[in-house]
């Protein structure tokens, strides 16, 4: 256990430290009207809020039932401005939005030698962060737009997650400082939510939680009009146009039944349809029937063939594993950020390349590919990528 990690007797309680008094000095500065204290431990960042003029009301919250305790008899009284709940983070508030939240949160990685007593003040998880994590899952739904978010953690908790983390929640941050100490560095953030996490609320999106992440988007999975969607935002690294560009994609190969439903989209981000479903290459390795997949290889090549009509290039397609999902009987393209404009696309062949490359494994499936025959059919499909051709390419699935 840490040096500075000191437990009152009669309660077991972390006393205040120089992680709490750096915490403090920006509590002091920055916290105002309703305020949220989570894992109050001594109530010493609560007690400090409420003395402050701009604020309301603190309420700090605990899973230890002894620090709940302890400040109800000790701390409470001090100020009428104060009150006392146990709660493993959010789990036992009722909906409610705060201005401030107040968090220093533990950070050790597990340690399963150490007492059940001590580790709910000392361990974050197994690796350090995991109750970061779960903090910043659920801390949009208790913090107002404008709200802020006085965040303490230490290097042991690696600073690179805790801020992989504040992102991928939708949250930006601002180091207020930092202190050396010999084993570790303390740094205080201050977090807010940013500009796309407020705009979602705005459209009555929920749950707006990290899923997934491509080299020009961060996509999100959240709710609308109680369905599951996907919001993907772009990377400020990406062009300035990528939104627009596949939502009008996405709009117009909807009238064909391609993609997920465009639901709406805005100047840095669009909403979406979830999809549920297993990838092409799962789909096919699990199932059983040969005549199934057989139509789900054949529906992968109509929708390559209109785009090739088209003349769109989706990309990707000779290996789809990420941009097929199906849920038999239904194969759904996804994602078509790179999706362009060509005189002379290549979807068909493309998907042709992957077939052949998963022959082995439709092989065990009773299909027998004709590697040379599919080849030279894929040649003629190139020259005239007509509907005949077409049809001569889905009739050799065998």
């Given at each position: 256990m840490d040096k500075r990690h000191k437990f009152s007797s009669k309660y077991f309680l972390y006393e205040p430290a120089e992680d709490s008094f750096l915490l403090q000095k920006y509590v002091k500065k920055h916290a105002y009207s309703r305020v949220l204290d989570i894992g109050t431990g001594t109530g010493i960042q609560a007690l400090?809020?409420?003395q402050k003029n701009n604020v309301a009301?603190?309420?700090?919250?605990?899973?230890?039932?002894?620090?709940?305790s302890y400040c109800q008899k000790y701390v409470q009284s001090k100020s009428k401005k104060l009150s006392f709940l146990h709660s493993d983070l959010f789990a036992s508030l009722h909906p409610a939005k705060f201005d401030t939240l107040i968090f220093n949160p533990p950070y050790?990685?597990?340690?399963?030698?150490?007492?059940?007593?001590?580790?709910?003040?000392?361990?974050?998880?197994?690796?350090?962060?995991?109750?970061?994590?779960?903090?910043f899952a659920e801390a949009n739904f208790f913090l107002k737009p404008e709200g802020i978010i006085l965040l303490l953690f230490s290097s042991l908790t690696k600073k690179n997650q805790v801020e992989r983390v504040i992102k991928e929640n939708l949250f930006e941050?601002?180091?207020?400082?930092?202190?050396?100490?010999?084993?570790?560095?303390?740094?205080?953030?201050?977090?807010?939510?940013?500009?796309?996490?407020?705009?979602?609320?705005?459209?009555?999106?929920?749950?707006?939680?990290?899923?997934a992440q491509g080299k020009r988007s961060y996509v999100y999975l959240g709710t609308y009009k109680n369905k599951k969607i996907i919001v993907k935002a772009r990377k400020s690294s990406a062009p300035k146009n990528i939104t627009k560009k596949e939502a009008?994609?996405?709009?117009?190969?909807?009238?064909?039944?391609?993609?997920?439903?465009?639901?709406?989209?805005?100047?840095f981000f669009l909403v979406e349809e979830f999809v549920e479903g297993k990838r092409i290459t799962e789909f096919i390795a699990e199932e059983k029937s040969k005549l199934k997949i057989k139509k789900i290889l054949a529906n992968a090549l109509d929708q390559?063939?209109?785009?090739?009509?088209?003349?769109?290039?989706?990309?990707?397609?000779?290996?789809?594993?990420?941009h097929l999902l199906v849920s038999y009987p239904k194969l759904t393209m996804i994602d078509f950020e790179r999706t362009h404009s060509a005189k002379k696309p290549h979807n068909v062949t493309q998907f042709l390349q992957y077939i052949l490359s998963s022959r082995n494994l439709l092989a065990k499936k009773g299909f027998k590919i004709d590697q040379v025959k599919l080849i030279s059919l894929a040649k003629e499909y190139k020259l005239q990528p007509n509907r005949q051709n077409f049809k001569t390419l889905i009739n050799r699935l065998n």
């Amino acid at each position: 256990m840490d040096k500075r990690h000191k437990f009152s007797s009669k309660y077991f309680l972390y006393e205040p430290a120089e992680d709490s008094f750096l915490l403090q000095k920006y509590v002091k500065k920055h916290a105002y009207s309703r305020v949220l204290d989570i894992g109050t431990g001594t109530g010493i960042q609560a007690l400090t809020a409420a003395q402050k003029n701009n604020v309301a009301s603190v309420l700090g919250i605990d899973v230890n039932p002894s620090a709940v305790s302890y400040c109800q008899k000790y701390v409470q009284s001090k100020s009428k401005k104060l009150s006392f709940l146990h709660s493993d983070l959010f789990a036992s508030l009722h909906p409610a939005k705060f201005d401030t939240l107040i968090f220093n949160p533990p950070y050790l990685p597990e340690d399963k030698r150490e007492p059940k007593e001590s580790s709910l003040a000392t361990t974050g998880g197994k690796r350090g962060y995991e109750i970061l994590e779960r903090f910043f899952a659920e801390a949009n739904f208790f913090l107002k737009p404008e709200g802020i978010i006085l965040l303490l953690f230490s290097s042991l908790t690696k600073k690179n997650q805790v801020e992989r983390v504040i992102k991928e929640n939708l949250f930006e941050f601002k180091e207020l400082e930092r202190i050396k100490l010999p084993f570790e560095e303390l740094y205080v953030y201050l977090v807010k939510k940013t500009d796309l996490l407020k705009q979602l609320e705005n459209k009555k999106i929920h749950s707006s939680n990290y899923f997934a992440q491509g080299k020009r988007s961060y996509v999100y999975l959240g709710t609308y009009k109680n369905k599951k969607i996907i919001v993907k935002a772009r990377k400020s690294s990406a062009p300035k146009n990528i939104t627009k560009k596949e939502a009008d994609y996405l709009k117009l190969l909807n009238r064909h039944r391609i993609g997920p439903r465009l639901l709406f989209t805005e100047k840095f981000f669009l909403v979406e349809e979830f999809v549920e479903g297993k990838r092409i290459t799962e789909f096919i390795a699990e199932e059983k029937s040969k005549l199934k997949i057989k139509k789900i290889l054949a529906n992968a090549l109509d929708q390559c063939f209109i785009l090739d009509q088209m003349h769109l290039v989706k990309e990707e397609m000779h290996r789809p594993h990420k941009h097929l999902l199906v849920s038999y009987p239904k194969l759904t393209m996804i994602d078509f950020e790179r999706t362009h404009s060509a005189k002379k696309p290549h979807n068909v062949t493309q998907f042709l390349q992957y077939i052949l490359s998963s022959r082995n494994l439709l092989a065990k499936k009773g299909f027998k590919i004709d590697q040379v025959k599919l080849i030279s059919l894929a040649k003629e499909y190139k020259l005239q990528p007509n509907r005949q051709n077409f049809k001569t390419l889905i009739n050799r699935l065998n």
